[in-house]
């Protein structure tokens, strides 16, 4: 089993920036992907960034310029960096693991964390 903790989340004024990061524990062989997604009450849960374990990234295009998603292999942690907050960055954001078994691939979501972004 493996657990995702996130952190970092919290009210910042549009403009701002903030610093996400998510740490993964448990019985780990390796990780393939990891991302960060969000979501708002009653929408479905969308795509922010993804990042490989050899550093290939995604971004949705509403993130692009803004936010910086990166990884420590060695601490199993992926990070994301958020500038240029606008209100609707508003939401609940989700970390992902791809986790790779040899056998076969397990995906894990952390609890979220929120994220509020005042006008």
């Known amino acids: 089993q493996v657990q995702l903790v996130e952190s970092g989340g919290g009210l910042v004024q549009a403009g701002g920036s903030l610093r996400l990061s998510c740490a993964a524990s448990g019985t780990i062989f390796s990780i393939n992907a990891m991302g960060w997604y969000r979501q708002a009450p009653g929408k479905q849960r969308e795509l922010v960034a993804t990042?490989?374990?050899?550093?290939?990234?995604n971004y949705a295009d509403s993130v692009k310029g803004r936010f910086t998603i990166s990884r420590d292999n060695a601490k199993n942690t992926v990070y994301l960096q958020m500038n240029s907050l606008k209100p609707e960055d508003t939401d609940v954001y989700y970390c992902?693991?791809?986790?790779?078994?040899?056998?076969?691939?397990?995906?894990?979501w952390g609890q979220g964390t929120q994220v509020t972004v005042s006008s």
């Open positions: 992902n693991a791809d986790v790779d078994y040899s056998d076969h691939i397990s995906s894990y």
């Open positions: 990042i490989t374990s050899g550093g290939s990234t």
